[in-house]
């Protein structure tokens, strides 16, 4: 009986793995551009969003919770720095200016969930549609085109042969998977996941780190759009829609539970490099997007149905 | 009584659950228009004997006969629909429904046969004839929403609800509880019009004014077993309260023998509106002091509002001399001042986290540098500590919901000692564990107050109050009633008299 148990929690850990690997493996035989460096840089560029999303929505799903907004977020960073650019502002001014508009944006999800008291889906439900109408009401529906060389270097550019938005996305990986695994704010955020009444008790500022989890999601999502709009050189008050979803799929897929205590960033980063292998490589087979649909469904659906099996079955 | 012909008879009843007797042999028989009272101490079985009666539990042996005729309910719906029908002290009314439409919820009047419109108007009069019937229609109207109704009036409803099915057994689980006297008033008055129809009425209280105010007879439980039934005019409250303690004091508690110190914590004139009011308390280095009463008496929440898990309206904390201020359990903790709860799943441990994490939660004062847990000793620590519980793991990498619950209880104990606690507050330390694990619990409790632990021990067991406590403090209704030491301390009469408030 716990022998099955051991082998489903192998499946589970290296479960992941094996799936990348055998993609890795499929692919390097049924396309010649599969393997060749130009593809996988492609490849880590187009992780490099969706991936940093993750690390936030990573943290606030480990407390319970779950972050609509970021989406949103994204638009407001782009459009605001796109706004002060291209009024002949400083760059470097405007990611501030955009960042700052960020931590508003967390504090007031971080606020409403854990003072109010909102449940987190209904709190980030309404700032994701408040945030998307700033951004359209602030851009008047238009782009804001930006030129600044520095800024699109953000996007476009390279540190040592390597493209920044992947020196970002490591970054920030490390930088969670430090603050989650070796501090006490990680294990705070688990604990209060796992059962917020007993942090409490235990003298766990269950409140503080509550709001301090969403603007962390805010600040990825800060971050991606940034990135965003120095890659397509523009600040659009439409970027990053259902950008959320995606996130919240690799965090799934990585085995966080969604009520909380139970999950690990190890897990999401191997969940977002597997979605992003997974569209390349149907891009790659020119399959048609409909289908890529489907086959990323059944992909979150496998995973947690792992996930379940390799903590048994609860009566 | 031989003749008397009884409406409702349960004989013989055992039952217990994963191997734990609640009840062994337990009886009541209740005449037609009697009010039945049902007492005994907390964990008696009166409401295993009650869910018993309503087929929420089955029984593993025994007789339930009802008109003379035995029952077989599998659900509490059968029990309804037999003729009983329970009012439990947690209410549970749909708030956004209206008065009627809850008082026949799941049998509801239909407009055409078979078809499933409701005829609200039907369902309106029929309610509208209770509540005139009970004198209640002042108040009460057929449409009002049930949210827009008092306490009170929710439990009046659950009462005509009770007697819409034609009970002839209706069970009230301490009806008064949440109620003002003049609230009380009316249930007595709806209670005499019930008795007057012939209903029997079984009558769960702590509340011994009521209990010879209303009664006719009162039928004692005592740690599973039936005790005794007498005529409540017969009967004195010293009679019944005789009957209620003297269990076994099941020998095996360990003495403490730790020398008194200086006081170490006091509290004075704790109160929280409507939960507690005026508490005192003192507790010495080395003292273990017990903290007695019934279920809802607010020991639990004085405690709780001390650590501040819970607002405290006014009071004074002094520690070693010195007033502090708590707003949060993490002031509590920097004053090593610690709880260990009662439930362990709701407020002791995170339960799908390891051992080690659970240790460490409330110790990183000791474990990190500058937020940087300290990994190695957090392991070394979390290591000795359960290891000297004699918490049985096979590491402390093991999620807690896999230990037993005398395991879990030694883990949060551990968490709690991590904390160098000067005053550790237990709450029913012992509920739900196994014989094994209890004494090897009381034996740490003595061992740390050796150390010079101030312990606070809340218990709802009379035997484990008298056998570990210096001194009992007894709480009812949130206040003190009285604070037992030496001889008086081992009474278990005294401390069930000052439970029921008296003096």
């Known amino acids: 009986m716990t022998q099955k148990k051991d082998m489903a929690k192998i499946l589970r850990q290296f479960g992941l793995i094996f799936v990348a690997l055998f993609i890795v493996v499929l692919m390097s035989f049924l396309s010649p551009v599969f393997m060749t460096s130009q593809n996988i840089t492609n490849i880590l560029r187009q992780i490099s969003l969706n991936g940093i999303l993750s690390i936030g929505m990573t943290f606030v799903i480990l407390t319970g919770g779950i972050d609509l907004s970021v989406g949103s977020v994204i638009a407001i960073t782009g459009v605001i720095s796109g706004s002060m650019m291209a009024s002949g502002g400083n760059w470097f001014v405007a990611c501030i200016v955009a960042l700052l508009c960020s931590l508003i944006c967390g504090a007031i999800n971080g606020w409403l969930i854990s003072y109010v008291e909102f449940q987190p889906f209904i709190a980030t439900l309404s700032t994701m549609t408040i945030g998307r109408g700033i951004a359209l009401a602030y851009s008047d529906g238009k782009p804001y085109t930006i030129s600044d060389p520095s800024f699109i270097n953000i996007g476009q550019g390279y540190v040592l042969g390597i493209p920044i938005p992947i020196i970002l996305l490591l970054i920030f990986c490390i930088a969670g998977l430090v603050i989650l695994n070796m501090t006490t704010f990680g294990r705070y955020v688990f604990a209060i996941g796992g059962n917020k009444n007993a942090a409490k008790l235990s003298g766990v500022r269950t409140r503080r780190i509550q709001l301090a989890v969403y603007v962390l999601s805010s600040v990825c999502a800060w971050m991606v759009g940034l990135i965003l709009a120095a890659r397509i050189s523009s600040g659009q008050p439409t970027a990053g829609e259902s950008y959320e979803m995606d996130a919240i799929a690799a965090t799934a897929i990585g085995g966080t539970s969604m009520s909380g205590g139970i999950g690990s960033l190890t897990g999401t980063i191997c969940g977002f490099i597997l979605l992003g292998l997974l569209n390349n490589s149907m891009n790659l087979m020119n399959i048609n997007s409909f289908y890529q649909q489907i086959v990323k469904g059944c992909l979150i659906i496998l995973a947690v149905f792992l996930d379940m099996k390799s903590k048994g079955k609860k009566d | 009584m031989e003749d008397t012909k009884y409406i409702l008879e349960a004989k013989g009843i055992d039952k217990s659950f994963s191997g734990v007797t609640v009840l062994k042999g337990a009886e009541l028989c209740i005449i037609p228009g009697e009010l039945h009272a049902l007492m005994g101490e907390n964990g008696a079985g009166k409401s295993t004997l009650m869910k018993i009666i309503m087929g929420i539990y089955t029984k593993d042996a025994g007789t339930v006969t009802l008109d003379g005729k035995d029952t077989d309910f599998k659900s509490a719906r059968d029990a309804l629909d037999a003729g009983i029908s329970m009012i439990h002290q947690e209410l549970s009314p749909i708030p956004e429904m209206t008065v009627a439409e809850n008082v026949f919820l799941g049998r509801e009047q239909k407009k055409f046969k078979g078809l499933p419109f409701v005829d609200k108007k039907e369902l309106n009069r029929m309610t509208q004839e209770l509540l005139e019937e009970f004198g209640l229609s002042e108040f009460i109207k057929p449409d009002m929403k049930m949210k827009d109704l008092n306490i009170a009036q929710i439990q009046m409803m659950e009462i005509i609800k009770a007697i819409s099915y034609n009970s002839k057994v209706v069970i009230m689980d301490e009806p008064t509880s949440s109620l003002s006297e003049k609230e009380t008033e009316t249930l007595f008055r709806i209670i005499a019009n019930l008795k007057e129809k012939k209903i029997g009425i079984i009558y769960i209280s702590h509340r011994m004014e009521e209990v010879f105010e209303l009664s006719d007879r009162v039928s004692v439980l005592r740690d599973g077993q039936f005790i005794g039934c007498v005529n409540t005019k017969e009967a004195s409250r010293e009679e019944l309260i005789n009957m ?64 501040g898990y819970d607002h405290l309206d006014s009071g004074e904390i002094i520690l070693e001399g010195k007033n502090i201020t708590i707003k949060h359990p993490k002031d509590a903790v920097r004053n090593h001042i610690i709880m260990a709860s009662e439930d362990r799943k709701e407020l002791g441990l995170v339960l799908c986290r390891s051992i080690k994490e659970n240790v460490s939660l409330q110790n990183f004062d000791k474990l990190a540098n500058a937020s940087f847990i300290n990994k190695g000793t957090e ?100 206040k003190v009633t009285g604070v037992l030491e030496g001889e008086e301390a081992a009474s278990q009469q005294k401390i069930m008299n000052l439970a029921f408030g008296g003096k």
């Open chain 2, 379 to 478: 392991r070394k620590l979390a290591d000795d500590y359960t290891k000297q519980m004699a918490t049985k793991m096979n590491g402390i990498e093991d999620m807690v919901s896999s230990l037993s619950g005398g395991n879990q209880q030694k883990v949060v104990l551990a968490k709690c000692l991590l904390s160098d606690p000067k005053v550790l507050i237990m709450d029913e330390p012992t509920r739900g564990i196994d014989v094994g694990a209890k004494a090897a619990i009381y034996n740490i409790m003595i061992e740390l107050a050796k150390r010079g632990i101030a312990i606070i021990m809340i218990s709802s067991e009379l035997p484990e109050l008298i056998g570990m406590s210096d001194r009992v403090m007894v709480m009812s209704g949130g």
């Open chain 2, 244 to 307: 209620m303690v003297g269990r076994e004091l099941e020998g095996g508690y360990p003495h403490n023998t730790a020398e008194k110190g200086d006081v170490v914590l006091e509290l004075k004139n704790f109160t929280r509106k409507g939960v507690f009011e005026n508490v005192n308390l003192s507790v010495h280095a080395g003292e273990i002091l017990g903290m007695a009463g019934l279920v809802g008496a607010g020991r639990s929440e004085v405690m709780r509002a001390l650590v």
